[in-house]
T-cell receptor, first 114, second 113 residues
Framework: AQKVTQAQTEISVVEKEDVTLDCVYE???????LFWYKQPPSGELVFLIR??????QNEISGRYSWNFQKSTSSFNFTITASQVVDSAVYFC???????????FGKGTRLHILP | NAGVTQTPKFRVLKTGQSMTLLCAQD?????MYWYRQDPGMGLRLIHY???????AKGEVPDGYNVSRLKKQNFLLGLESAAPSQTSVYFC????????????FGEGSRLTVL
């Protein structure tokens, strides 16, 4: 069965510091998809990125970057030069090609301190 | 576009009462999902549907029923509410492919006394 582990329950950093959120997944499928979502204090869930299992290229989008490593079953998310607006709960999720479910990790609550 | 709309947004129930949460999407998505969010537990999948007339169990289906009579609507029912069902419920949908991301509703906060 698929599983997503976000071991970091809560992280606090000072503004402008870099921070990495860890995501480790388990799957028996060779084709799968990984996602990151952001939930700001207002409560809505915002899609950030999707990555398929055949594409191990790292991705950068502004201050956000994602490191996908199949060898360690990890899909980590780094925020560079963090800002207060980055304060949110971040969820990692997994979807297998042979299944229709999307399973989420427990989330990491990120506090960016001014 | 409205996207994914959940009603009601807030509800307080007494133990044993029943209620239905409605999720409506206007994006012509095939797949629809119901999740619950509890502190420290993340988002847990309750039930989902891959098309009109179909439903399937997720990770935590007990105590809930669902129906997908129309493609655009996905109903989540609580027949006899329990305090353990106090939670924030999110509905989501996506296109007919498991590569696509989920589009979420704004959530429905349910309190069972």
């Amino acid at each position: 069965a698929q599983k997503v582990t976000q071991a970091q329950t809560e992280i606090s950093v000072v503004e402008k510091e870099d921070v990495t959120l860890d995501c480790v997944y388990e799957t028996r499928d060779t084709t799968y998809y990984l996602f990151w979502y952001k939930q700001p204090p207002s409560g809505e869930l915002v899609f950030l990125i999707r990555r398929n299992s055949f594409d191990e290229q790292n991705e950068i989008s502004g201050r956000y970057s994602w490191n996908f490593q199949k060898s360690t079953s990890s899909f980590n998310f780094t925020i560079t030069a963090s800002q207060v607006v980055d304060s949110a709960v971040y969820f990692c999720a997994l979807s297998e090609a042979r299944d229709d479910k999307i399973i989420f990790g427990k989330g990491t609550r990120l506090h960016i301190l001014p | 576009n409205a996207g994914v709309t959940q009603t009601p947004k807030f509800r307080v129930l007494k133990t044993g009462q029943s209620m239905t949460l409605l999720c409506a999407q206007d994006m012509n998505h095939e797949y629809m999902y119901w999740y619950r969010q509890d502190p420290g537990m993340g988002l847990r999948l309750i039930h989902y549907s891959v098309g009109e007339g179909t439903t399937a169990k997720g990770e935590v289906p007990d105590g809930y029923n669902v129906s997908r009579l129309k493609k655009q609507n996905f109903l989540l029912g609580l027949e006899s509410a329990a305090p353990s069902q106090t939670s924030v419920y999110f509905c989501a949908s996506r296109f007919r492919t498991n590569t696509g991301e989920l589009f979420f509703g704004e959530g429905s906060r349910l309190t069972v006394l």
